[in-house]
T-cell receptor
């Protein structure tokens, strides 16, 4: 079955700097890759997603890149702000049953 | 406006006493999911409904049951909660499976077992 690995588990960056979180997956048939942000005590919120027919997608300060050959995708946050502090999860949709397979999460800390 | 609403936000129950968590959606989505999330971990899928079709994950304990009386509502029943069932329970919806699979989550219900 699909296996998703996410790194790093914790990332601390200075406010204004960029943050990058990476995920790898195992099933080359996977086609849908969402990223979720989860603030303390709240449910996960979809912040950006990408399908396998594109290599990059941007939404203001957030971007996702996908390398299908290498089977990895990354979340890029530029000009980080205090409100970006949260846990970020990558996920991969299983091509066999369409369920989301989740990464272990990255705790992003923005230092003032 | 909240599109996936979970009630209550916080629930305290006694060991072994049945408890029901509720979820409602205003999105008219076909699929509704229940996840369990323990501290510092990724959400773990318990089961989902595709319309009226119930799909249980293989490793979901029998202690957990679900009902979906109509498109808008879905319930999670824990028949005999144990201390290990203390967690955040998340409800999510998606329009479909395979395509339009963006999942929308509720704010979760934090369950405490005493």
């Amino acid at each position: 079955g699909e296996n998703v690995e996410q790194h790093p588990s914790t990332l601390s960056v200075q406010e204004g700097d960029s943050a990058v979180i990476k995920c790898t997956y195992s099933d080359s048939a996977s086609n849908y890759f969402p990223w979720y942000k989860q603030e303390l005590g709240k449910g996960p919120q979809l912040i950006i997603d990408i399908r396998s027919n594109v290599g990059e997608k941007k939404d203001q300060r957030i971007a996702v890149t996908l390398n299908k050959t290498a089977k990895h995708f990354s979340l890029h946050i530029t000009e980080t702000q205090p409100e970006d502090s949260a846990v970020y999860f990558c996920a991969v949709e299983s091509p066999s049953n369409y369920q989301l397979i989740w990464g272990a999460g990255t705790k992003l800390i923005i230092k003032p | 406006d909240a599109m996936v609403i979970q009630n209550p936000r916080y629930q305290v129950t006694q060991f072994g006493k049945p408890v029901t968590l509720s979820c409602s959606q205003t999105l008219n989505h076909n699929v509704m999911y229940w996840y369990q999330q323990k501290s510092s971990q990724a959400p773990k899928l318990l089961f989902h409904y595709y319309d009226k079709d119930f799909n249980n994950e293989a490793d979901t304990p029998d202690n957990f049951q679900s009902r979906r009386p109509n498109t808008s509502f879905c319930f999670l029943d824990i028949r005999s909660p144990g201390l290990g069932d203390a967690a955040m329970y998340l409800c999510a919806t998606s329009r479909d499976k395979g395509v339009n699979t963006e999942a929308f989550f509720g704010q979760g219900t934090r369950l405490t077992v005493v």
